[in-house]
Every structure is written in structure tokens, then in C-alpha cells.
């Protein structure tokens, strides 16, 4: 019979994750287990064990993080010991008790190699091994998977459940060679105050917009950045300003990427439309795809931090798991599970992209058109001042708001140029990423090219449907620059956001370009010299050209189901 303190535990748990019913079993943790690494360094664990008769089938749980292992960051691993597995959570080095220095990504895949042979080690291991975890803790599982199943498969994960992650940070970081500013100095704010255990201003950090933050998004050049958010230098932050090529070994020594394919494991996925890494995790789900082995996966009406993402998150987890370690019959229709935006719905796909699939050619017109005929020429002009930067209006974040917002007003100012396609006769879903080649001329060395797809509806609102940024002219940029014609203009190439969507009929499609989202984005200071040291900022005039030779168009990847 539980104990008030167990049904206290249960009260809590059901009220930090939206919608979750705790599971049957009361729990026991063990604080502090001392895990050595194989420079002697201990790292500090939670076992949070089930209580009762778990089923002795299921597989013990390794979760790897930096946020700590109290608290909410630990309502996921208290809900699957609820559910009968023995699960370990490990803080990673530097953070939270554990000793060393946190230096993010870099020691992940020893630490997590050592972490693995030792769970395998003792008397509470149920002999199969899993791990878990969202963003940072999916990552740790990527650090590890690939190189274990290659190297030493008798240690390497059973299975991986990945939410809302990638095994590349240095790719979002620098996102086609634009710095995702407002995610990395936020975070490093973040980590810095946990670091330092300046608790409360973590706390009051998440609760209000942060002053000093959104100062130091101004700050430049971005190596004052760190010290403008927290009063002092944080030294990876300086390491990913500093580092603006990703072919840098800086980057490449933390990169997973390649051994993506290298995972025979079983493999469950789940993320939203809205996540900051969903281009990348549906790329790491094709990769496995392509090798023959595809992940089971879930894209809901999520961004990175959505309360309403936890329940699914924990059931279906429970569910791969007990499916493939305790003969449970599947509950899954189909392999993915993905939420038609425009149309909410939720759709069972035996892949994704899904079957039926085909692109479609919308060109830009100079008189702010989007249509299938072919422009006849014409160019498009709008100046971008990086004193008066085009801002963020949406978008994925780190923030608990990453759904889709009315662009109407963000699209009255003018260095946003819109192109706008007739009220559809009939819907239209696109399934995929849109990509969009863009001919482009600057004034400046460097610049960005912003592209945004929206949902004109007829009442007026322009809703964000999905976006993608590229960097030319960069100090990362040289290798894949595409070469200007005679009049200096660039085909330039954009991969928007992954996207599933229905527009309506009456609704028109609309798209976006910019040459900034800031501080989504830092600012271009339109030179092309080394963004950690770049202070002085230029203004640009830029072009879009509408000549039919080489035409700026959107190709859409449209499903007819």
C-alpha cells in the first residue's frame, strides 16, 4: 500500500507532466551514486528503482544530462520507473555535483562509454540496457550509440528513445552559417547560472523575460555576448563564435552525424514541427531509413519545450519498449505518427516524407506574385540595417512558445518583401522541406537570405507555416558560395523547415524574404569578417531578380493522399 509521502510523489508527477497517469508502481531512489570515468573523475546518479514486482523483462533505463535530477528535469524518469523500469540518471561532467569541467558535447562519448560499462556491471541491472532523453540527453545518446554498436556492441544501447534532439550541435549553432544567437546565448546563460548555482536568478530567468539577456543580444561583436548576459566569460561559449566553420575539428570532434547509420538498434523518435532540431532528427531518422532500419516515429504540433508533448512522450515510450523486451502486442497502426498542421489532424504513415509525394515550382513575380507561370523579369529591392535589424517574429526556440504566429503586421515593414499566390480553389498539403532558390545580389560581402512560408488566410492573418536562413559571403561560407553571374547575382539555395500542412481552399500561400530574424539570428554585419570580432555593421541593399533564365521560385513538396 503507498505511502502519503508516495502519494504525494504520484500528485506531483501528474501535475509536471500535462496529462500523465502514473503509472502502478510506487518508486525508491538512491541519491548519489558515484560513477567513475576512466580519468577517475566521479560522476554523481540517481537509481530511481520500481517498487513491488516490476516485470523482470524490461530494460534498465540510462539517462545522461546537465540540468540536475530534481525537479521537473526529472518527471520523465520517475514516470518510467512508475511503469516498472529501473531507470539511472547520470549528471554529466562539471554539472550538478559531478566533478570535472562542463565543456558541452566535447566529453560526452567517453563519459557515456564508461557509464554504460559500469551500469552493465551491477547486481540492479536487468541484463538490457536502453537510454532515454530529451535535447542534451538525446544527444548523450548519440555520442554514444554509433561508436558502442561498431566498437563494443556487447555494451551498446538495446534500444534509443530520442525526443526533440540531433547528434550535431555545431549544426544548429551555425545554421547555414547564420549563429542561432538567441538559442546558444540563452542556453549559455542558462548553464552558466546552473554552473554557478545562482539559483534564483535561474529561476526568475524562466519566468520573465531576462533584461540583461536581451541586452546582450545587441551586444557586438558576439564575443561580448557571454559576459553582457552573466557578467563573465564562458568558455565555449567564446569556442562557438570563435568556431564559425564546421569543418573545424572544434566542431567535427562532437559531430555524430556520421555514425547515424552505424546504430542496429531499435530505434523510437519523437519531436514537433516547432522543435529547434527537427531538420536534422527527420535527416538522422532517413539516414536510418536509407540503411534499412527505420525508426518508429511521432512529429506532433510541438516545439521544443510544449507541456502538451510529455504524456505522449512517456506512453509511447513505455509502449516501444515493453513491445520489443516483454512481448507486448503493438499498439501502432502504422510506423509514423505526424499531425497535419492547417488540417488538425493526426495521419498513420508508413513513412515520411510520405508515399505520393511530388514538388511543385512556385516562381517569384515582381509584382508580388507567387505563381506556377514563369516570371518574365523585373527586380525586387529592400534594404536590410543591421542598426534596425529585421526581427524575429516566431519561430523555434527555446522557449515554451514555438508555435505558428500572425506575421500581417512583420510583413508591413519594409526590408520584408512578400509574394503572394490566389485564393486556392482546393487544398493544398505539403509534406516535407520546401526548398527555395533564390537569385540574389547584395551591396555588401555578406549577407542572409531569410525565407518564410505562410498561410494567408482570408480574415488576414499570415500564419507561419515554416522557415529556413542561409549565410553567403561568410567566413563559412567560401567553399559553398555559389558563383555570381555577370550581373552579380547568386542562385542561391534555401532549405526551409520541414513542414506537414494543409493550406485551405480560400487560404493563399505566401512567402517571406528577409535578410534577418533577429535575435532568433545574429545580425549580419554585412562585411563578411569573423563574427566573434565583427563591430562595425554596414547597411545593404539587396536584390531578388526576377529574369526568367535563372527565376527565384519555392519548390514545395506537395502529398496527394
Not at 523547415?497 to 487560404?507: N, S
Request: glycine share 8%; net charge negative.
Amino acid at each position: 500500500m503507498s505511502t502519503p509521502r508516495q502519494r504525494l510523489s504520484r500528485w506531483i508527477q501528474a501535475r509536471i507532466i500535462t496529462g500523465l497517469v502514473p503509472g502502478p508502481h510506487d518508486i525508491a531512489v538512491r541519491k548519489n551514486l558515484r560513477v567513475p570515468m576512466d580519468d577517475g573523475v566521479e560522476l554523481l546518479a540517481d537509481l530511481i528503482t520500481p517498487i513491488g514486482n516490476p516485470d523482470p523483462r524490461l530494460p534498465t533505463i540510462v539517462i545522461r544530462g546537465p540540468y540536475g535530477r530534481s525537479g521537473p528535469v526529472a518527471g520523465h524518469a520517475r514516470a518510467l520507473a512508475r511503469e516498472g523500469f529501473p531507470v539511472l540518471f547520470q549528471s554529466c561532467r562539471g554539472t550538478w555535483g559531478s566533478r570535472g569541467v562542463f565543456t558541452p558535447q566535447i566529453d560526452e562519448q567517453r563519459d557515456g562509454i564508461a557509464t554504460h560499462r559500469w551500469v552493465r556491471e551491477q547486481d540492479w541491472c536487468t541484463g538490457p540496457v536502453v537510454t532515454f532523453g530529451a535535447s542534451y540527453m538525446g544527444f548523450t545518446q548519440w555520442a554514444v550509440a554509433g561508436k558502442l554498436q561498431k566498437e563494443n556492441p556487447d555494451i551498446a544501447p538495446d534500444a534509443l528513445c530520442l525526443v526533440v534532439t540531433m547528434p550535431d550541435f555545431g549544426a544548429i549553432t551555425w545554421d547555414n552559417a547564420a549563429f542561432a544567437l538567441r538559442n546558444a546565448l540563452g542556453w549559455t546563460q542558462m548553464m552558466d547560472r546552473m554552473i554557478h548555482r545562482e539559483l534564483l536568478a535561474l529561476v526568475l530567468g524562466q519566468l520573465r523575460p531576462d533584461r540583461k539577456l536581451r541586452k546582450a543580444f545587441d551586444v557586438l561583436p558576439l564575443s561580448g555576448g557571454d559576459v553582457a548576459a552573466n557578467g563573465r566569460t564562458v568558455h565555449w561559449y567564446q569556442d562557438w563564435v570563435e568556431h564559425e566553420r564546421l569543418t573545424d575539428e572544434y566542431w567535427t570532434q562532437q559531430s555524430h552525424t556520421a555514425s547515424v547509420p552505424d546504430v542496429t538498434a531499435p530505434v523510437y523518435m519523437i519531436t514537433g514541427w516547432y522543435d529547434i532540431f527537427l531538420p536534422w532528427q527527420l535527416r538522422n531518422y532517413a539516414q536510418l531509413a536509407e540503411a534499412g532500419r527505420p525508426p518508429r516515429l511521432t512529429v506532433g504540433p510541438w516545439g521544443h519545450l510544449t507541456r502538451d508533448m510529455g504524456a505522449p512522450m512517456v506512453a509511447e515510450t513505455v509502449e516501444f519498449l515493453t513491445e520489443h523486451f516483454a512481448d507486448a502486442p503493438s499498439k501502432r497502426v502504422a510506423p509514423v505518427r505526424a499531425y497535419l498542421t492547417g488540417a488538425e489532424q493526426w495521419h498513420d504513415l508508413q513513412t515520411w516524407p510520405p508515399s505520393g509525394t511530388a514538388s511543385e515550382t512556385l516562381y517569384l513575380h515582381a509584382a508580388r506574385k507567387l505563381g506556377p507561370d514563369c516570371p518574365e523579369g523585373g527586380i525586387t529591392s529592400y534594404v536590410y540595417d543591421p542598426a534596425d535589424p529585421t526581427p524575429a517574429v516566431g519561430g523555434p526556440s527555446l522557449g515554451p512558445t514555438s508555435s505558428p504566429v500572425d506575421n500581417a503586421a512583420h510583413e508591413r515593414r519594409a526590408d520584408v518583401t512578400v509574394f503572394r499566390g490566389e485564393p486556392l480553389t482546393t487544398p493544398v498539403t505539403v509534406a516535407g522541406e520546401p526548398v527555395a532558390r533564390i537569385s540574389f545580389r547584395s551591396s555588401q560581402p555578406s549577407a542572409d537570405i531569410f525565407v518564410r512560408i505562410c498561410d494567408l488566410h482570408p480574415d488576414g492573418r499570415s500564419m507561419t507555416v515554416c522557415d529556413g536562413i542561409r549565410r553567403i559571403g561568410g567566413i563559412a561560407t567560401t567553399e559553398t558560395d555559389p558563383a555570381p553571374d555577370a550581373d552579380g547575382f547568386r542562385d542561391i539555395e534555401v532549405r526551409l523547415w520541414p513542414t506537414f500542412h494543409r493550406f485551405a481552399a480560400g487560404h493563399r500561400i505566401s512567402v517571406q524574404i528577409s535578410s534577418g530574424a533577429h535575435p532568433r539570428y545574429a545580425r549580419n554585419p554585412g562585411s563578411g569578417e569573423p563574427a566573434a570580432t565583427a563591430a562595425t555593421i554596414h547597411s545593404a541593399t539587396q536584390e531578388i531578380s526576377h529574369a526568367a533564365v535563372s527565376p527565384s521560385r519555392i519548390d514545395l513538396p506537395v502529398w496527394f493522399s
